[in-house]
């Protein structure tokens, strides 16, 4: 664990190596997986906006490298590096494409849609140089509750999937480009 939600935000952190699920969990006890982050990818940045306590909890996935910059020093290197500043605010207003993206798939798309996207982007498609068509472990329940709907929904999507060549299993999780199908089809 990076750290838990309701910690004191005093830092930022930048992931190196591995990958990071960002998880909130409700009053009533639900959790809910808000974020997967991987290699290069910021999280923690909210004590930068004045958050004093942390919004969600953050979990290695994998092994992981990160690096931590307190708050001071975040502020100091924002001011004083312009390139490290540029690479900073291109990260954050892509991350806040992508929440828009995520938000528009949640009201107006099928949750096989969804999963298809989110399978996707877990195996990097889209990003340059970066596609690893092998993904971690992760259990139909993680995605079930990433896409807002039941892990029986995912098994009979996954299933289908499968059958039909987009994605195999044998010690991970392998996902075909074709798979950009079920996204793209109307």
Known sequence: MVFSQGDRADAIFQIQKGKVKL????????????????????????????????????????????????????????????????LFLHYLLSRNIRIEEDLVDQLFNSSEKRLARVLLLLANFGKADKTEPVIANMSQEMLAEIIGTT?????????????????????????????LHVVLHD
């Open 151 to 179: 892990r029986a929904r995912v098994n009979f999507f996954m299933n289908k999937f499968r059958k039909l060549g987009f994605i195999e299993y044998n010690g991970g999780l392998h996902i075909h480009s074709s798979l």
């Open 23 to 86: 998880t909130v969990v409700s009053s009533q006890g639900k959790e809910g997986v808000i974020a997967l982050l991987t290699g290069d990818d910021f999280f923690g940045e909210g004590c930068l906006a004045g958050q004093l306590k942390r919004m969600c909890t953050a979990t290695a996935m994998t092994d992981c490298v990160t690096v931590r910059l307190e708050k001071p020093e975040m502020i100091r290197v924002l001011r004083d590096e312009p390139a490290f500043a540029e």
